[in-house]
């Protein structure tokens, strides 16, 4: 059949793809390996513009190898690489090796394999050695191509019209879920994909980590400074059925897919107007993203940024609710984020990595108040020099929602 996609079916272009693979080839040379096989879907969609269901290999030397099972017709009309229709992983094996000589260290990325897959690997490729490439690999897809940042910029401008118009639509008496549902809807007629990948999560990400009040402090199994009730033990965190009330702050986490590509970000709703503690927290929270926002530029070390925060907060008199409650707080500042959230680059306690140019960074900033929890979250990308780029641009600014408004 012919595949002739809407203009709104965005597909990546070969002068995007080629320079990635080039990348890749030039990390494997580095890190020793012959090449790697990548089976993650998102993986794929990265090294060859589509995730229909299959592998890619890329090698260190010679072409990439883009198998797919199902639907390689169709793969082969989203991505301007060249498509190999496979049966199964039996025949892909045989094409990896006879792409591979024999000894060849091959890179898995086996964070996401399951044990089963890699032993079956094991077993499919007699002769070639698997070796863990999580750590180069997640480097690499760190730092963002052009391509990634219009995505995201996208995201964040999505996201932004979203925030805009929650004052219209927080009410008092309003649940959470509610507020959710709301933004989902938003969010997908806006052409958000609406799902959320976290590398390797415990809970997949979810875009509607709505919390508020005194209850929305409470910790979870989410690695965050406080989750809510959520709606079940089954997943105890984010929105729930509880409703707001005046005076308490709303804590808006809500994250935004275009073509693949997510920003995260947090802002702080009021109804009413704000308790002196809620304002001091998010004083305290506008001042430690404009100092990473200056502070995020190439060389920077994730550790020393870390400690930076911590002394804003300090001064602040808030250290002991900054990232969450004593016992409870996480040891991050900031997380990466792109085509998945949960992987490098970090700000991170006593880290030694160094900030390079076009690494995105989710700037994960949270204090707990008595009234509740209040959070700031830009997503942002480091330039060459300078103030990093804020993709995110929705108001920096704690929002109080004047009662007869609402």
Known sequence: MSWEFPAWYQLTPLEVLAPRVERIATMCAEEGLGGILLTDAYD???????????????????????????????????????????????????????????????????????????????????????????GPWLELKAVKDAWELERMAEAGKLAASIYAALPGLIKPGMSEAELAGEMQRLAIAGGSID???????????????????????????????????????????????????????????????????QTDQTRTFVLGAAPREVRAAHACLEEIEAAYINGLVPGAVSGELFDLGLEIAARHGLSDSY????????RFAAHGVGQELGCPPYILENSQAVVHENQTYALELKIITPQGPVGLESTVAVRASGPARNLTPAPSLLAEIPLEAS
């Not at 406080?226 to 994250?255: E, H, T």
């Not at 990232?323 to 996480?330: F, M, R, T």
Request: charged share 15%.
């Open 323 to 330: 990232l969450g409650k004593p016992g409870h707080k996480i």
């Open 195 to 261: 799902y959320l990948r976290s590398r390797h999560a415990y809970h997949q990400t979810y875009s509607w980590h709505i919390s508020s009040g005194p209850e929305g402090n409470l910790p979870s199994a989410m690695d965050a400074p406080f989750n809510g009730w959520g709606l079940s033990p089954a997943f105890p965190l984010g929105a729930s059925q509880r409703r707001f009330k005046p005076g308490q702050p709303i804590n808006v986490d809500f994250g935004v897919s275009v073509g693949g590509y």
């Open 44 to 134: 794929v969609f990265y090294a060859c513009g589509t995730s229909q269901q299959g592998l890619v290999l890329i090698p260190a030397k010679g072409e990439p190898l883009v198998l797919m099972r199902r639907h390689a017709e169709r793969a082969a009309a989203e991505s301007p690489l060249t498509v190999t229709p496979i049966s199964g992983l039996t025949q892909a094996a045989d094409f990896l090796l006879t792409a591979l000589p024999q000894g060849s260290r091959l890179g898995l990325t086996l964070d996401v394999v399951a044990a089963s897959d890699y032993l079956g690997w094991q077993k499919r490729l007699p002769g070639l050695k698997l070796v863990d490439a999580t």
